[in-house]
């Protein structure tokens, strides 16, 4: 059973109540903007005082520094106004599960969602597969204090980055709702001025 009808009943009962919202500025309130995963468990709302309007949150998974997700800062920054940035890994993420190889495998063999299981990912429906996989970079995390160094190590050194901008680094503990920063990553990621 689809869940389109609790989205737009949902949607209609938020609307009813939107009031000073349609007020909102288009910049930030708070210039800052955060790169997080898309994991359901994570809520940047609630683990970073949040309010609608506060602040931009670029996901994806892993909350890895893709091109998009620089685009997306990079455009926050230069038309948006903000001043921070936030990398936001997790414990227990799903990016660490699989190789870029694995998920390629499981691509290549069907298109059907694969099952996650002692061993790891494995296909539970049959073909057809697609072997396009093998044309993305999935970004998969081994370690997660040396992702979120790398991503921010990314950011910081594109030539679109402005050095004056900080760039935290943490991960967030899906145990305990503790961000814990990456020391390694915010030194990487320290403002210098222009």
């Known amino acids: 059973m689809s869940v389109l009808p ?3 009943a949902a949607n209609a009962d938020y609307a009813a109540e939107f009031g000073d919202k349609s007020e909102l500025a288009l910049p930030p309130a708070r210039g800052f903007a955060v790169l997080t995963c898309m994991d359901a468990r994570l809520d ?3 683990y970073a005082g949040l309010s609608e309007g506060d602040a931009h949150v670029i996901r994806n998974a892993g909350g ?3 091109d998009d997700a620089i685009r997306s800062l990079v455009i926050s920054y230069k038309l948006l106004g903000t001043k921070e940035w936030f990398v936001i890994h997790h414990s227990d993420c799903g990016m660490e599960f ?9 691509l290549a063999n069907s ?5 996650l ?3 790891g990912f494995h296909d539970v429906g049959t073909g057809p597969g697609s072997a396009e996989g093998d044309y993305i970079d999935w970004l998969t995390i081994s370690d997660q204090e040396t992702s979120v160094t790398e991503d921010v190590r990314r950011i910081r050194n594109h030539p679109l980055v402005p050095s004056r901008i900080p760039i935290y680094g943490y991960i967030y503990d899906v145990k305990s709702g503790l961000l814990v920063e990456v020391p390694s990553a915010t030194a990487a990621g320290a403002a210098v001025s222009d």
């Open 117 to 119: 299981g002692p061993d």
């Open 44 to 46: 940047p709302a609630k």
């Open 111 to 115: 298109l059907e969602t694969a099952a």
């Open 64 to 66: 890895r520094a893709s």
């Open 6 to 8: 609790e989205v737009i």
């Open 98 to 106: 699989f190789t870029d190889e694995v998920i390629r495998g499981l």
